[in-house]
């Protein structure tokens, strides 16, 4: 079988490495290099603390890939397990809170309910008194998207991919026991497979249009800030997210911390996703360092932008991505509303389940069908940064 992923990406590359394990045949398309998109872009995380079954059970499954990645793919991640702690000032976001650890438990999950001071041992600097209660899992952590990427590209190469970068697909025409995808270039061939897989992330949509069915996906642009705090944040305190206000930072070397967070009223979607700003707005970068010195005392007027990025989230209404076959012969994996990173590797064994086998045997994602926003069966996420 001929399998054409279109999307390098880490979501697209790791589905192209499991395709070719199974022995698949697999031709892999990416407009720019791999990664341009949105995984280099990515902060990383890898965590188990969400609020649906669907998603705790990705990220089981993803997890169960990450710990042994090293060893698998031959390559280092830079991960570090230092945690990750979310923070209400609710007392009903705390009662879901509690309902969510014990669903999490569930699935092997070894996070915990915590109080202020609790949530303090984890994070010296928290500004404990402003919160009523957290959860905390000290087995979430983070690693580096681009490491991780080029370990699975690596591995695709090995397994027979043809990887074939700066090639932007114009369409896919669905046919009856085949897939035509047609290239940017006009000079260059179209390409025949069996089966295609919709791995394109922000541009999915334009993608699905072209064969035939619309995919409820819009891009949003995301911020990161690089921050020289006042004081130092130390590289073992955890990622920590206020759940009321999406602000969020973790550590980086040498005292530095990654600052996160979406504070606008509205959420404007970014109409074209090939033309957008990559660098931080100052006013919320601003914003940002005041946002998240209400969480932690490490920051304050003395702190200083170092740098940063911008980037897409390709989001859901319900903030789930979209894995299904969409039409016979295109599978779809897109729409992760900023967790695909982290969820790369489940979703690559469910792509080639549902390829070669007709259904996914790793994670029942049944629930993930685009058909959910027709039936109201969306399940929001609620643990979003």
């Not at 070719?20 to 341009?36: I, M, N």
């Not at 998109?37 to 990220?59: H, K, W």
């Not at 600097?125 to 957290?134: E, P, Q, S, T, Y």
């Not at 999915?204 to 619309?214: K, V």
Request: net charge negative.
């Amino acid at each position: 079988m001929h399998v054409a992923v279109v999307g390098g990406g880490i979501v697209g590359v790791a589905s192209a490495y499991e395709l070719a394990a199974r022995g698949a045949d697999v031709t892999l398309f990416e407009r720019g290099s791999l990664g341009a998109g949105s995984t280099d872009r990515a902060l990383g995380g890898i965590r188990a603390q969400f609020s649906t079954r669907v998603n705790v059970a990705l990220s089981a499954a993803s997890i169960d890939v990450w710990d042994d990645f090293e060893e698998r793919f031959g390559v280092d991640i830079d991960r570090r397990r230092t945690g990750y702690l979310f923070l209400t000032r609710g007392d009903d976001t705390a009662e879901a809170f509690a309902d969510q650890v014990a669903m999490q438990r569930e699935y092997g999950v070894p996070s915990r309910l915590v109080d202020p001071n609790e949530a303090a041992e984890a994070c010296p600097g928290l500004r404990a008194d402003a919160f009523v209660a957290g959860t905390y899992c000290p087995e979430d952590s983070f690693a580096d998207p681009h490491l991780a990427l080029q370990g699975y590209a690596g591995a695709a190469r090995e397994e027979g991919v043809e990887i074939r970068t700066n090639t932007p697909v114009a369409g896919l025409d669905v046919g009856e026991s085949s897939v035509r995808v047609s290239l940017a270039d006009d000079a260059v061939d179209a390409v025949t497979a069996d089966t295609a897989v919709n791995a394109a992330g922000a541009w999915a949509p334009r993608l699905a249009e072209t064969a035939g069915y619309d995919l409820p996906i819009v891009p949003h642009r995301r911020q990161t800030a690089v921050v020289e705090p006042g004081r130092p944040v130390p590289e073992s305190d955890p990622l920590v997210i206020d759940a009321d206000t999406t602000a969020h930072f973790r550590p980086e070397r040498d005292g530095r911390a990654l600052v996160g967070g979406h504070f606008a009223a509205d959420d404007p979607v970014v109409t074209d996703p090939d033309r957008f700003s990559e660098t931080p707005d100052t006013d919320w970068a601003v914003e940002a360092v005041e946002r998240v010195d209400e969480l932690a005392d490490y920051f304050g007027p003395e702190s200083r932008l170092a740098g940063g990025w911008a980037g897409l989230y390709a989001v859901t209404p319900d903030h789930h991505a979209i894995v299904e076959e969409s039409v016979p012969g295109v599978v779809t994996a897109a729409g992760f509303s900023g967790h695909g990173f982290q969820h790369a590797p489940a979703t690559a064994r469910v792509v080639a389940e549902l390829v070669l086998d007709g259904e996914a045997s790793t994670v029942d994602v049944s629930g993930l069908d685009r058909g959910r926003f027709e039936r109201g069966d969306e399940r929001v996420e609620r643990n979003v940064a």
